[in-house]
Nanobody, 124 residues
Framework: QVALVESGGGLAQPGGSLRLSCTAS????????LGWYRQAPGKQRELVAA???????????SVKGRFTISRDNSKDDDENTITLEMNRLKPEDTAVYYC??????????????WGQGTEVTVSS
């Protein structure tokens, strides 16, 4: 069992910045990949960014160059924390952002453990 605690999000103006954090704890030995998905109203959920234990990252094309994901493994099997720095935000970044944990990035969507979600709104 893995527990995910998300923080951050909120309201930002276009061009602004926000930071999301997610702390994963529990059976971390089975978790290699941590990341963020998002779902906007009326749209399918999509992978925003993910990072593996060894630092390999994957980003959606729409956020490359604007968002940065990082991971703190210092507590190793007890607790991992990921941070998503979101810069140059656009209205189309508005969505509910979910922290997800899984053995690999590829199975995150279907077999991952999902957080409760945090809202990000980009509006002037």
């Amino acid at each position: 069992q893995v527990a995910l605690v998300e923080s951050g999000g909120g309201l930002a103006q276009p061009g602004g910045s926000l930071r999301l954090s997610c702390t994963a704890s529990g059976s971390m030995f089975s978790i290699n990949a941590l990341g963020w998905y998002r779902q906007a109203p009326g749209k399918q959920r999509e992978l925003v960014a993910a990072i593996t234990r060894n630092g390999t990252t994957e980003y959606a094309d729409s956020v490359k160059g604007r968002f940065t994901i990082s991971r703190d493994n210092s507590k190793d099997d007890d607790e991992n924390t990921i941070t998503l720095e979101m810069n140059r935000l656009k209205p189309e970044d508005t969505a509910v952002y979910y922290c997800v944990a899984a053995f690999t990035i590829r199975i995150m969507s279907d077999f991952g453990t999902w957080g409760q979600g945090t809202e990000v709104t980009v509006s002037s």
